[in-house]
């Protein structure tokens, strides 16, 4: 089984050492919510925000944390956020827009949610202020939903839309950066797109790469797994890859950002190491230790060193 998931590895032009396991992301600030979702840290390294959600997605606010003298702060609502639906939050490359989405209305005066669209804000250096939440409008934002919002260091976004026309269910879009503004988006192709669910695709600044969720597929381990494209020099997308069972588990897995600097690929998982049955009978403290750990099967950050 090694051999061969080695093989694939080296196929996709992945490189992870056989040392290098998943492991989990800011545990003691993390499991202090019920589940959280996605993840995205600054080019400084020093900034970092997640969702936190209800346990049925109720509530769905942005956390931010940052690093002083190699240290995270404790976990505080992130200024934009907490009245709405919020989510996804996503760095561009250089770290002077944050995109995010988010339910809230366009209409400052009103306070009745809409559909889901994408936001940023931006600021003109790191240390400066953020500015006040943009929406950033058509022909990106539509009447339907529009969620992860990913861009490259040229300014063309990647994101998932439920927006017509798509290839089946959800697509993930693809609208170019020109002139100061964008294009009419298109959902790629079918080499990574499908009749099923595509969604969360992180683009690597210099799109040579996609990492995507796809749910349910043929070549799937479980729920959702990770799956990469690379562009040739054509400009064409690759047929997508499963990740395989070094990065994807049973369960579902989603959310990928891929830190460039750091080689660190985040994602986010729903894998769980609790057994149903166990041949010693627990107390109540072994239980809710048990039930408290971090793979529990419930949302939570993971993050792998890799070459991508």
């Known amino acids: 089984m090694k051999k061969i998931i080695a093989l694939l590895l080296l196929t996709f032009q992945i490189t992870i050492s056989q040392e290098t396991k998943v492991t989990s992301v800011l545990p003691e600030i993390i499991t202090q919510f019920p589940t959280v979702r996605d993840f995205t840290i600054s080019p400084t390294q020093d900034e970092a925000y997640f969702t936190a959600q209800g346990y049925n997605g109720e509530l769905s606010i942005i956390i931010k944390v940052t690093k002083k003298e190699g240290k995270w702060s404790s976990p505080k609502v992130a200024p934009f956020s907490g009245q709405y639906g919020d989510l996804e939050a996503m760095f561009s490359p250089n770290g002077l827009k944050l995109f995010f989405v988010s339910n809230r209305p366009l209409d400052k005066t009103k306070t009745e949610p809409k559909d889901q669209d994408i936001w940023y804000i931006e600021r003109s250096n790191n240390l400066s202020e953020w500015s006040e939440p943009k929406n950033i409008g058509s022909p990106i934002n539509t009447k339907g939903d529009e969620f992860y919002p990913s861009i490259a260091s040229n300014g063309n976004m990647y994101y998932t839309s439920t927006a017509a026309p798509t290839k089946g269910k959800d697509d993930i879009f693809f609208s170019e950066w020109k002139n100061n503004t964008y294009?009419?988006?298109?959902?790629?192709?079918?080499?990574?797109?499908?009749?099923?669910?595509?969604?969360?695709?992180?683009?690597?600044?210099?799109?040579?790469?996609?990492?995507?969720?796809?749910?349910q597929r043929k070549d799937g381990l479980g729920s959702g797994d990770l799956y990469i494209s690379r562009k040739d020099e054509n400009g064409n997308w690759s047929e997508a890859k499963n990740l395989m069972v070094t990065i994807n588990s049973n369960k579902m897995d989603y959310c990928p950002y891929y830190d460039i600097k750091t080689q660190t690929l985040y994602f986010t998982s729903k894998r769980t190491t609790i057994k149903a049955n166990s041949d010693t009978r627990k107390n109540l403290e072994q239980l809710l230790k048990t039930m408290n750990s971090y793979e529990n099967g419930l949302s939570r950050i993971y993050s792998i060193s890799t070459k991508l």
């Open 183 to 215: 294009t009419t988006p298109v959902s790629l192709s079918e080499a990574i797109n499908s009749k099923g669910y595509e969604y969360n695709a992180y683009i690597a600044p210099d799109e040579s790469f996609l990492i995507f969720g796809g749910y």
